[in-house]
């Protein structure tokens, strides 16, 4: 530190004794929760940003089942509704997000009241996600009950069903750092968005309507190099093949590898925005 | 010196530890210099008025003491707290209530202060008992449990300076924290301001562009043009400065030829211009009148009006920065003589 420069004679010899500051970091844990609980607040105050993340996937499902069912039976897959219940349940949780609330922030000056505060900075990130994942798990209910209503049943049972909803809010998770990483980095609004497009090369350059065998040419290429190739692998061997090491350990290096890449640019984009400089 | 001290703020000796110190306080963004070399020092326990008009560095001075911008060079301490190395001793220090109202349109008013409590490691009673200190201050009756969407610009400043104030800091920067708001809320605000500063001894570093905060508020003024600290002292102090009386003529006709004029008086110290109003500057206000009213009809220059007047900070204004401050609050360029004095 600088060394601190002499006192100056004084201009108010009557000044009171300054008062005590009562502030103090709160720890790691409470910036976490504090920044969690405003965004759930905030999503409960906008509840129509839920109606697409509820609606979508049942649209689909519904859509993929109803015109693709029989055709699928007559090639031998049997099990069309178990091969569509992990897609439902990736629309359902990919790129639910707060970010959006992010860009709002620092536009109206509330990001800059924040950092005014004593806050952990990485809090200000990880409150959010924590926010995105609480508010996942419930969209996951949904799909599950359609998936039981229409007759899926998981091989793996109940535990099964749970990972089932942990590889999703895994694959969730980590793909929401992207957006982050978009937000932060940009905080425009448009920019920001428009990074739902992403959800589309994702989603349909993968195994989300046939298997990946019955792809051919570059299809089948693009498919065995997207991510979400393998945590629909993942998410379809807990409902049809039990709990079998291989589509699991792939599904999980899928999901740690876009979520390493995501979250570093979502740390890096944070860091960006909160240094001085 | 262990930088402690400095937030104890009577020392021996009747010295009082400076709450803020700058020193050749820069910011550059690019090619741009914002703030050019700032040397300040506020005592603990004053109101310092920072003013200057839109653009002069007023704001990314207030950034970098509060430790939300890195100053490019120079060096600054607020509450004892280095704001280049020890950035969180800072924010654990002092409020701010900045120019953009901080609001999250989606919290309740009583959401954002309990958010704020939380942030700043309070405890729920104490969070309870602040809010309640604090809500004369915050007179927002049952609206306080509204979204704050639904606020007025005054409520949502009001809110904004409770925001600031809920860990009780040593010292509150106001950045022009009563742009916008109607007469009443403004005297409401700076009637607030002194009772913080006079009850609590709370040092508080105020900006503004209206000329009248600052003759009403602050202890010591600093003026701020284009990046520098041009002038500061008490305000009473800076309008001596300018001299004894002013006699303001508004013309119909030829600048120069009235300028000329009245710089020909014996009586006259200096001449300002700023559009059709020459501002002179006399020793005496009474004495000079007729000797300026008789000048300006001798050179045959139409006059509309003729005033006589004590100094104001918009004199002082003008004649450290060459343009007058109510101008550049309209957003008036005003042709003025830069300085045109005698």
Known sequence: ?277 | MDPRVAVSPQLSGGLVAPAIIARDLRRRFGDKTAVDGVDLQVPAGQIYGFLGANGAGKSTTVRMLCALLTPSAGSAWVAGHDVATDPIGVHLAIGAALQATAIDDKQTGLEHLELQGRLYGLRRREISRRIAELSELIDLGDALRRPAGSYSGGMKRRLDLALALIHNPSVLFLDEPTTGLDPVSRFALWDEVRRLNRERGTTVFLTTQYLEEADELAERVGIIARGRLVVEDTPDALKRRVGADMVVARVDGDTEVAVRALRALPEVESVDVAASEITARVGDGPTAVTPVALALSGAGVPVESLTLRRPTLDDVFLAVTGRRMAGVEAGEELATTGGASR
Do not use: C
Request: aromatic share 10%.
């Open chain 1, 1 to 277: 530190m600088t060394a601190l420069p002499e006192t100056l004679p004084t201009t108010v010899p009557q000044a009171l004794p300054a008062p005590r500051s009562l502030a103090r970091r709160a720890g790691f844990a409470r910036d976490v929760l504090s920044i969690a609980g405003r965004s759930l607040r905030q999503a409960r105050r906008e509840p129509e940003t839920l109606f697409p993340p509820i609606f979508v996937p049942v649209f689909f499902f519904a859509i993929f089942v109803g015109s693709l069912e029989s055709i699928f039976g007559q090639a031998g897959i049997d099990q069309f509704r178990a091969f569509q219940l992990p897609v439902s349940i990736v629309i359902a949780v990919t790129g639910v997000t707060r970010a959006p609330a992010v860009v709002t922030d620092i536009m109206n000056g509330y990001f800059d009241r924040l950092l005014l505060s004593p806050v952990n900075r990485l809090a200000l990130l990880l409150g959010m996600m924590v926010a995105d994942l609480a508010i996942v798990a419930a969209l996951t209910v949904p799909v599950l009950a359609m998936g039981a209503l229409v007759g899926v049943e998981f091989v793996t049972g109940v535990p099964g069903m749970l990972a089932f909803v942990g590889v999703a809010l895994a694959w969730s998770l980590a793909y929401v750092g992207i957006l982050y990483a978009v937000a932060l980095r940009t905080a425009n609004p448009t920019v920001t968005a428009q990074t739902f497009l992403l959800f589309f090369p994702f989603v349909f350059l993968s195994t989300t309507i046939v298997p990946r065998e019955q792809m051919s040419g570059w299809m089948a290429s693009v498919a065995g190099v997207n991510p979400l190739t393998y945590v629909y692998g993942a998410l379809r061997s807990l409902i049809v093949d039990g709990w079998a090491q291989a589509p699991l350990l792939k599904g999980f290096v899928a999901i740690a590898a876009v979520g390493l890449v995501a979250h570093t640019l979502a740390y890096l984009a944070l860091r960006g925005r909160v240094s001085r400089g």
